[in-house]
């Protein structure tokens, strides 16, 4: 899932088939298979991709970090006394190093807890799909309600594995804006200074680059996202075993788990505003 969507040409496409998606599956689940009672997995689903596009557009430019263009001192007695400040500036680098890290450690005990309290709900579900207490309306409208919540604790956890990876990112725009001050006002040459360092503004990697630790997170928590509202499809249908599970079900979770992908590109590949 090689996709960017870094131009509001993009978000405009998806937002439309999106919609023309949306209004197939309505079409399915209240006049041409009204039986397998996939209605309110339909609504469930419609009201939080509304949330995150409300959240996308609320929230979006205040994550958009701005970068500053560096100076370069010219005057030699300027150039002198330049680094009488540098103690507050690697202060702040210490600073930007540290929170960094803490983006990184964070993400790790995030998707810990995540799989801990999934494990627990799973738990449950599978107690109640052993014993022949399944078959009671109670017990699987209980059961839906289990597989919603795991959905919903996993957009939660989603959104923050996208917030630290914004984190992350912001952190190492900070850190290299302070890089590049120092090798445009230092005594070594600009190209030989910057031959040292593998990342610089131009070329960290960017927010919603894929194949690292944050996006496998996000492709993790997606997964059993998706599967939780298969699962309630399941529930919800008169379906008695799991290999009788509908099509539409099926088709329900694999759009949630493409359309999360989605979202994480929307969030991390929106352009930050430079100056």
């Not at 263009?69 to 190093?97: H, W």
């Not at 099926?250 to 505003?273: A, E, K, N, P």
């Amino acid at each position: 899932m090689d996709f960017t969507m870094d131009s509001p040409f993009k978000r405009a496409i998806f937002i439309v088939i999106d919609i023309a998606i949306g209004i197939l599956f309505l079409y399915t689940a209240f006049l041409y298979l009204p039986e397998l009672n996939q209605q309110s997995i339909i609504i469930y689903l419609f009201i939080i991709q509304i949330a995150f596009f409300i959240t996308f557009f609320t929230f979006r430019k205040q994550h958009a970090y701005r970068l500053r263009s560096v100076k370069k001192l010219k005057n030699p007695r300027l150039q002198e006394n330049a680094f009488e400040f540098s103690g507050l500036l690697m202060k702040d680098y210490d600073y930007i190093r540290d929170t960094l890290s803490q983006a990184m450690n964070d993400r790790h005990t995030m998707v810990n807890y995540f799989l801990i309290i999934i494990g627990a709900i799973v738990t449950i579900i599978s107690t109640n799909l052993s014993t022949e207490s399944f078959q009671d309306p109670g017990t699987r409208y209980f059961l839906k309600i289990l597989a919603y919540s795991i959905n919903f604790i996993g957009w939660i956890y989603f959104m923050k594995v996208v917030r630290l990876r914004q984190s992350w990112h912001g952190s190492a725009l900070a850190m290299n804006q302070i890089k590049e001050f120092f090798i445009q006002n230092g005594r070594v040459p600009d190209d030989i200074a910057r031959s040292a360092f593998l990342w610089d503004t131009k070329t960290v990697p960017k927010a919603g680059r894929k194949s690292n630790v944050f996006y496998y997170s996000a492709v993790l928590i997606s997964l059993i996202a998706s599967l939780a509202l298969v699962f309630a499809g399941f529930i919800a249908s008169p379906a008695k075993t799991v290999m009788e599970i509908p099509t539409v079900s099926w088709l329900i979770g694999l759009y949630h788990f493409v359309f999360q992908m989605f979202c994480y590109s929307i969030f991390l590949d929106y352009r930050t505003i430079r100056r």
